[in-house]
């Protein structure tokens, strides 16, 4: 401990010296130095600001010790106990007393009778502001956001709420998920600050959905998000999100795995009060939603192509359909439908591991991801395009071996220019990493293929997302073959790699 | 053993001293000593609180220390006092010396040196002393913080914040001293009586005694003195010390208010029937002004004709078998005083009717 102390007062006469040096000289090398040296001498000052606003905020209380409460004082001094007895003890009794008066007041909300008046509560949320980091004030916190009488204006003091968002963000108190909605209710700027708070973490890491997972669920959203309101909230947020970014692939990822840990929050719901689909989705038609909801784990793998056929077809018809219907358009219910991604992932495959002719409401569906906003002559061109890959990459497999420059070939570049980088959209892409990862004697090549696709850093990306993504649907539906996810593993370590 | 006792005695003086003008003698090595000692003290008491063996041979010890010093003097000195103020020993002593204003500068700066060297590693500060006076502070700060903007004293005594709060030290301790097979308690509670303040003395037994009963609960080694106790057997060892001493059953029964009093005769029949004694007491010390149409007393502390309805009122509209028992009582009363229906003539005939009919 007094190592700590001893440290400081060294870099205090380090610094001491540099100031002074500074100070003396301004020739370009000690510019240059300073340069160097100010983010280290910020952390300094910050340490010693610390160590200061410590030592005096202690004295100053410590002083304060005098004012104790006399009878209790003399009371347990009689009784042999210090003030470092007696005090948590007594904190903890004067929190349990007011949170059992809060509860009283929340339950008889009309009794005019009631001790809690809303100016008493204003001023316990107002007294709460300092010490909300304390853990014996939780109860308190939790009572205030949760407890309220029958005023129709807020009652709580505003930057209560601020202080309580704050510390729930940086987990300097944890409270349970009543009080967190509680307080994104009442409080809409929390509730913003909590997505930022997520949006920053999302894009300060690299892209992996073991980690967005983590950081979703760490969130507390999807647990509140069974109240549609905030559901709303935080969806009409990522669609904003979705739109401003040209529908980034993390944002696309974030939103998939919010879905899927908020469908099982609410699973987990036992509210006798159950919120209709529509409620969270009122922008797509309730057959679409139930349709979509359907977790490709929970259907037969022989039945897929039934549900993608089904699903194929809603959404077409609301597509292709003039009149709009009474729900969103095109672009409402491709937003519906990324929310579900597993469904585009079961498609692409699906096409390359059935040796029939690809069905054309899965060519439909996969083309419609992809580029949601296309005409319809524009889409017919897609589908024919993939059905053409497609054909070539089957007639590969049935060869005796291949080579990646036959699978150049097959992605519809000519054989007799001199090699040079596989140039194809996105799809194209999926459609050729997923034959990678499935064809039995496409892993001896594998790397090659992919060296051959990559070329430029945003698609080597969008390859480890693609890599990412399916382990980790993989882990979650149980489907991987053994040699696919073996592969699948060791191209995304050797891509991650290189980056 | 013994060496480790002596060594118990020996810190305990020195936390004697350290509240008294005579640290001005000491110098900044002794202070260091002395925290070095606390600290392995609060050792001691993490490698042997599992230990019953030792661990009782030193509550023991401790405790019966505590009574010896505590029996002479006004005010004993709250220094060890169990095997649990072990383990905050390092934190009393730190308290003491810095406020202490007799410590020479030197050793005043040396202290503080000691007890807060600064920012160290994070997250182990919960367990540095200063981490732990930081969160003591901050307790101590947020207890006045609330008393004076939120909190306000409750009328119902057990659930008054810091009545209760003393009602379960009390009750520890003297669950502690049973567990210890220490002699009664009745030297602590007369020692308390004795100074006082009485008021939130009796308030203070009042809570105890109508603190929840104890639920089953297995023995937890690190209850400290401020955590919530179950009363166990706290609430026989203080009703029988109260009935034992009849100029405190009276103060009890006379200065609390009429609700606390019912109260606390609903949860103890013995007490139940003293108050009704008393109360009879009290009843037949006034008698009837004619010119004024009043009951009065002939002394000036007598109780009043309005304290006594508003007594057995409480009494009236507590639960059965209690109730039933008052109305009893007051019946009986008024008819050995010859049964009259008229008022003026007997108390317990006017009581009756003002009381009512009432169930």
């Known amino acids: 401990m007094a190592q700590d102390s001893v440290g400081l007062s060294s870099d205090y006469q380090f610094w001491m010296q540099k100031v002074s040096t500074w100070d003396q000289a301004s020739t370009v090398e000690t510019q240059q130095d300073t340069c160097l040296h100010l983010p280290r001498f910020q952390e300094f000052l910050r340490q010693m600001y610390e160590a200061l606003k410590e030592m005096g905020l202690l004295c100053h209380v410590l002083s304060a010790f005098r004012f104790d409460i006399r009878e209790v004082g003399l009371f347990t001094q009689g009784l042999g106990y210090a003030p470092a007895d007696y005090y948590p003890g007594l904190l903890k009794n004067m929190v349990l007393s007011l949170v059992s008066e809060l509860r009283e007041n929340h339950l008889n909300g009309f009794n005019t009778q009631r001790r809690m008046t809303p100016e008493r509560v204003r001023a316990l949320s107002r007294v709460c502001v300092p010490l909300i980091t304390l853990p014996d004030f939780e109860p308190l916190v939790e009572a205030l956001l949760t407890c309220h009488g029958c005023e129709p204006q807020e009652v709580l003091w505003p930057e209560f709420f601020d202080a309580v968002s704050e510390a729930f963000l940086l987990k300097k108190i944890s409270l349970p998920t009543s009080a967190v909605v509680c307080l994104w209710l009442r409080h809409l700027p929390s509730l913003e600050k909590a997505m930022l708070h997520l949006f920053e973490k999302l894009i300060s890491s690299e892209r992996n959905f073991l980690r967005i997972e983590r950081f979703v669920r760490d969130s507390s959203l999807p647990e509140a998000a069974c109240h549609p309101a905030i559901f709303r909230i935080v969806d009409e947020t990522f669609r904003y999100a979705l739109l401003e970014t040209d529908g980034a692939p993390e944002i696309l990822a974030t939103i998939q795995v919010f879905t899927r840990c908020f469908l099982e929050a609410l699973e987990k719901e036992n509210k006798q009060l159950k919120f209709a689909l529509r409620t969270y989705f009122p922008y797509a038609s309730p057959s679409l939603v139930t349709a979509l909801l359907q977790h490709p784990k929970d259907i037969p793998q022989g039945l897929w192509h039934q549900s993608l056929q089904h699903i194929s077809e809603m959404l077409r018809e609301i597509v292709e359909d003039q009149t709009h219907g009474s729900y969103g358009g095109p672009s409402d219910c491709w937003f519906a439908f990324i929310h579900f991604g597993g469904w585009a992932d079961v498609a692409a495959e699906q096409l390359l591991r059935s040796e029939a002719d690809p069905p054309e409401a899965v060519l439909w569906l996969l083309a419609f991801s992809y580029s949601p906003r296309d005409g319809s002559q524009q889409r017919a061109q897609t589908m024919e395009e993939v059905k053409a890959v497609l054909g070539r990459l089957l007639k590969l497999l049935r060869s005796p071996g291949f080579s990646a420059r036959d699978v150049q070939a097959a992605a519809g570049q000519s054989r007799e220019e001199a090699p040079r980088p596989l140039e194809c959209g996105p799809l194209i892409r999926r459609l050729l990493l997923n034959f990678l990862l499935w064809a039995p004697g496409a892993h001896a090549i594998a790397q090659e293929v992919i060296t051959l696709m990559a070329p430029t850093r945003e698609i080597t990306h969008e390859i480890t997302g693609f890599l990412d993504q399916t382990l980790y649907r993989w882990d979650h539906l149980c489907t991987a073959a053994p040699a696919s996810r073996k592969l699948a593993s060791e191209l995304l370590t050797e891509l991650r790699g290189q980056v | 053993m013994e060496s480790l006792l002596q060594q118990l005695a020996r810190f305990s003086e020195v936390l004697a001293v350290s509240r008294t003008p005579h640290v001005s003698t000491w110098d900044p090595a002794t202070v260091r000593r002395a925290l ?230 609903g949860r103890h029949p013995e007490l139940s029937r003293v108050y009704l004694g008393l109360l009879a007491d009290w009843g037949r010390h006034l008698h009837y002004d004619l010119q004024r149409g009043v009951w009065v007393g002939a002394e000036s502390q007598a109780v009043p004709w309005e304290e006594l309805y508003g007594r057995f009122q409480s009494l009236c509209q507590a639960p059965p078998p209690l109730k039933d028992e008052v109305r009893t009582a007051l019946e009986s009363w008024k008819a050995q005083d010859g049964d009259f229906e008229v008022p003026g003539l007997s108390i317990w005939t006017d009581l009756l009717l003002a009381l009512g009919t009432g169930t």
């Open chain 2, 36 to 265: 070095q000692w606390a600290r392995y003290l609060r050792h001691v008491h993490r490698r042997f609180g599992r230990h019953a063996r030792i661990r009782t041979a030193l509550e023991r010890r401790l405790q019966s220390q505590w009574r010896q010093d505590s029996g002479s003097g006004p005010a004993p000195d709250p220094g060890l006092t169990n095997f649990q103020a072990l383990g905050r020993c390092d934190l009393v002593l730190a308290l003491r010396l810095l406020q202490n204003r007799a410590l020479r500068e030197a050793v005043w700066h040396a202290l503080l040196q000691q007890v807060f060297p600064g920012p160290g590693v994070p997250g182990a500060d919960e367990e540095t002393l200063q981490g732990r006076l930081a969160h003591l502070a901050r307790r101590r700060a947020a207890v006045h913080v609330l008393r004076l903007h939120g909190y306000q004293e409750s009328p119902v005594v057990q659930e008054d914040a810091l009545l209760k709060t003393q009602a379960e030290l009390l009750l520890g301790r003297l669950r502690e001293r049973a567990g210890a097979q220490a002699e009664g308690p009745g030297g602590l509670l007369s020692g308390l009586w004795e100074r006082g303040p009485q008021d939130n003395f009796l308030k203070v037994l009042a809570a105890a005694l109508l603190l929840p009963p104890p639920s089953p609960r297995p023995q937890e080694e690190e209850t400290g003195p401020g955590t919530p106790n179950t009363p166990g057997e706290g609430h026989h060892e203080l009703l029988r010390w109260l009935l034992g001493k009849a100029d405190i059953l009276a103060a009890f029964c006379r200065r609390l208010p009429a609700g606390v009093v019912a109260g606390v005769a």
